[in-house]
């Protein structure tokens, strides 16, 4: 096609998936069969996921797993994880389990605040801006009244507006910078509404202000949106017991891991490029169960990133220490999250797996997520520091492996067997099952 589509939007959903077949498809009945193949068999359920986005013409499937054993601030639950990648969920059970008998994990919301701007460009004297600024402060809270009133009775709100002078920066670029308590939902569609009232609240009044110019009173509003940089919004989890309760089978010597252990976070704490790997092993945990309960995984990952580079430099989100003894694991990430509103009272599964955890408020959802995210960092390195990480990982691909090769059943249980004491490789695997097929 050399030439854009213009109304392909307004395309019927046949059509569309009509349109794409014959334009990109060799075997067009093909393609359109397997599209229509993943729609669900009930149209209600089907219709809801159509409207989720523009332009649907299918579902994308992912698993949904869980990992049960969590022991957590002396509770046990079970968490639901949404992932392709085949070893997340089977090392989030196995850190579970291994913790549920040192412990558990203990998770504390250290704080909840959420942050917006607006950002804007005043051509003039600051110190009158911020005369005016600290004269019509109270407009802001008054003429979003309608837009707080609901989360006020939920206990949440604004919380304070500030003016930044970023000139510094940019020529005449100011900020009104609020934050905000968003309580059970993340929050966005509430941050945004008052943000964009207090964009009109600011260029309405400023054209009234008497002491402005003409220049003065023409405030320039350049957008106005939440920030996904939540510094304020963090969860702690932690794992800690004494260094000799670490050893089990795979870990015959507890003090030899624990150091280990220790070095390779240190590691991770002042090398970037393998502090990028370490929190993306963290991210394993944390944005499967984001996805799981409906949440942006796309904010959080914005927002855990930046944290991580708060210092400057990219470093490890993950610390671990051996103190008098004690071996402590632990790792403090901001998330914004919600368990009302969203896709959370939409979407069947998302409403399944807030169930599974009991109906969550927002704080206890960040405390199952950070837990999930330090789970999967202990699982990692236990095995990056013990038999390395290909062993596990390769046993739980192996199934993709066979299913690459339509292996038949009892190709794959001769697999099994053979493997079981062998470590796998994709080559290994596939000339078993030649050799087999010979
Ligand atoms: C793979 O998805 C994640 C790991 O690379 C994380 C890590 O290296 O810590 C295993």
């Not at 299918?58 to 049960?68: C, D, E, M, Q, R």
């Not at 704080?111 to 801006?129: A, C, M, P, R, W």
């Not at 292996?407 to 030649?434: C, L, M, P, W, Y």
Request: proline share 3%; charged share 20%; aromatic share 10%.
């Amino acid at each position: 096609m050399n030439q854009p589509f213009s109304g392909f939007s307004k395309l019927s959903k046949e059509e569309k998936i009509n349109w794409i077949a014959k334009e990109y498809f060799s075997t067009p009945d093909e393609a359109k069969a397997l599209l229509k193949q993943y729609w669900n068999t009930d149209e209600k359920i089907q219709k809801l996921h159509d409207e989720f986005i523009e332009n649907t013409i299918t579902n994308f499937y992912i698993p949904l797993g869980v990992a049960p054993n969590f022991l957590i601030n002396g509770k046990y639950s079970t968490i639901p994880m949404a992932i392709e990648e085949s070893s997340v969920v089977a090392a989030a059970s196995k850190a579970a389990k291994f913790w549920s008998t040192r412990g558990g994990f203990k998770a504390t919301v250290l704080n909840t605040e959420k942050i917006g701007q607006v950002h804007f460009i005043y051509k003039g004297d600051i110190s009158k801006l911020e005369l005016f600024f600290a004269q019509t402060k109270s407009s802001f809270f008054s003429e979003t009244q309608s837009i707080t009133a609901n989360m006020q009775k939920r206990g949440g709100g604004i919380l304070n507006i500030e003016l930044k002078d970023k000139t510094n920066l940019i020529p005449n670029y100011f900020q009104l910078h609020a934050t905000f308590e968003t309580k059970d939902s993340m929050g966005a569609n509430f941050i945004n509404s008052c943000l964009e009232q207090f964009a009109n609240t600011l260029k309405k009044e400023a054209l009234h202000y008497n002491l402005f110019t003409e220049e003065e009173k023409n405030i320039q509003v350049v957008m106005s949106i939440l920030s996904n940089y939540v510094p304020n919004c963090i969860v702690r989890a932690e794992v800690s017991c004494p260094v000799e309760a670490l050893e089990e089978k795979h870990i015959p010597n507890a003090t030899v891991f624990a150091e280990r252990f220790v070095q390779a976070v240190q590691i991770a704490e002042v090398e970037p490029y393998r502090a990028v790997t370490h929190n993306k092993g963290i991210m394993n945990g944390i944005d499967a169960v984001i996805i799981a309960t409906g949440n942006d995984f796309r904010a959080v990952e914005a927002g855990i990133h930046a944290y991580a580079s708060r210092s400057g430099q990219y470093s490890s989100l993950s610390h671990a220490k051996i103190e008098n003894g004690i071996f402590t694991f632990w790792l403090e990430v901001p998330l914004a999250l919600g368990t009302v509103g969203g896709l959370t009272s939409l979407h069947p599964l998302v409403k399944l797996s807030l169930e599974m955890l009991e109906k969550p408020s927002a704080q206890e959802l960040m405390q199952f997520v950070a837990v999930a995210g330090l789970a999967q960092n202990f699982g990692a390195l236990r095995s990056l520091t013990t038999s390395g990480i290909q062993e596990g990982h390769m046993k739980m691909h192996l199934n993709n492996i066979l299913n690459q090769l339509e292996a038949t059943d009892e190709e794959r249980a001769a697999v099994r067997k053979h493997f079981k004491h062998e470590v796998v490789t994709h080559s290994g695997a596939v000339n078993f099952i030649e050799n087999i097929r010979k």
